[in-house]
């Protein structure tokens, strides 16, 4: 190269190194202002980097509040009864998703030939077990889990982790006739409306998500006086609103709930059938977010 005049190559070699800064610039640019129109509360950053921990948390370091491996006894002892006879009422080609699926010991369970006893068999209907998917955002494989996909083959059963729900594209997962979420991103996402739009959008139609959530208003109203809510949804002029009743202002859904008053925390168990396929889930915006097992979460109804 002679000094003072550029190579074709250099000129290249500068040309791309602009283009990577441009695309950088454009990348940040664009992350602020997504930021700002969300109008993010102060301090969610140090919030959701303490949440990160717990989810990376491994052996000692697990708040002993984090539990990751409720089996399927669990699972039919915690959700709405409804949730056994769908799965029973399924054949072998259909299929089951389990958002937050910690260790997947549900889906162990259901999966077990020789848990004859236990619930799992109660619930497999005459038309064989479904196909399972486990979602985690943190891996919690564990042996027994690998052995048992290995044994099964094929897609039986299937982990996946790394990701968020709302980190998905459309169509990546495919539909599912059922989807559970046992204290998992339903108690745990900063985004509830995306999160429940997200998860619909999922479901076949005529298909059920099953979930619950603790220490909420409840919809038959009868919380103990001066309860401290762990999720809580405000309306526009601040006044406390139900889960349940957000809920059903959604389209082409049929939400069922039970609440339990009785138990240690006020909890709502919830079913969505989904009947038509233009879910629409109203829109909320997060007030508050506070790192836990669950976390603490405030959010307000937008019109
Ligand atoms: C407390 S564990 C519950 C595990 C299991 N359901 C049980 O009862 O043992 C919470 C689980 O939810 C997952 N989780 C939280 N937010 C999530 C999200 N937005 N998308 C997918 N998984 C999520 C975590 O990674 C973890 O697997």
């Keep these: 190269m002679v000094a003072g005049k550029a190579s074709v190559k250099d000129l290249q ?9 441009i695309i950088i ?3 940040t640019v664009g992350l602020e202002s997504a930021r700002s129109q969300q109008s993010v509360p102060p301090q969610i950053d140090d919030e959701m980097a303490k949440q990160e921990k717990i989810y990376r948390s491994r052996g000692d370091e697990v708040p002993s509040g984090y539990v990751t491996y409720r089996g399927f006894s669990d699972y039919t002892g915690l959700l709405s009864p409804n949730f056994c006879n769908s799965l029973g009422s399924l054949g072998s080609s259909d299929r089951w998703l389990d958002i937050g699926a910690g260790n997947g010991q549900a889906i162990l369970d259901y999966y077990a030939a020789q848990d004859s006893s236990a619930a799992s ?3 497999s209907g005459a038309g064989g077990k479904v196909r399972a998917v486990a979602m985690s955002i943190e891996d919690r494989r564990t042996d027994a889990w690998q052995q048992q996909a290995a044994s099964l083959g094929g897609d039986r059963i299937r982990y996946i982790f790394g ?4 980190q998905y594209a459309p169509g990546e997962l495919g539909k599912f006739q059922i989807i559970t979420d046992v204290y998992g991103g339903f108690s ?3 985004d509830l409306s995306g999160f429940v739009q997200r998860t619909l959008d999922l479901l076949d139609v005529g298909g059920t998500f099953y979930t ?3 220490s909420v208003r409840l919809e038959n109203g009868k919380d103990k006086p001066n309860t401290w809510y762990l999720t809580e949804l405000v309306d526009g002029a601040g006044n406390g609103a139900r889960v349940c009743s957000w809920l059903k202002e959604t389209a082409c859904v049929n939400v069922v709930c039970d609440s339990k008053s009785e138990w240690d925390t006020p909890t709502e168990l919830i079913s969505i059938r989904k009947v038509c396929s233009d879910v629409s889930v109203p829109r909320m915006k997060l007030l508050k977010y506070e790192a836990g097992n669950p976390p603490g979460r405030k959010f307000e109804l937008q019109e």
């Design 25 to 27: 610039l454009l990348q």
């Design 13 to 21: 070699t500068a040309r791309a190194v602009l283009m990577v800064l």
């Design 163 to 166: 990701k968020r729900l709302r």
């Design 212 to 214: 619950l959530i603790q």
């Design 121 to 123: 068999k109660t619930c």
């Design 188 to 190: 745990y996402t900063d």
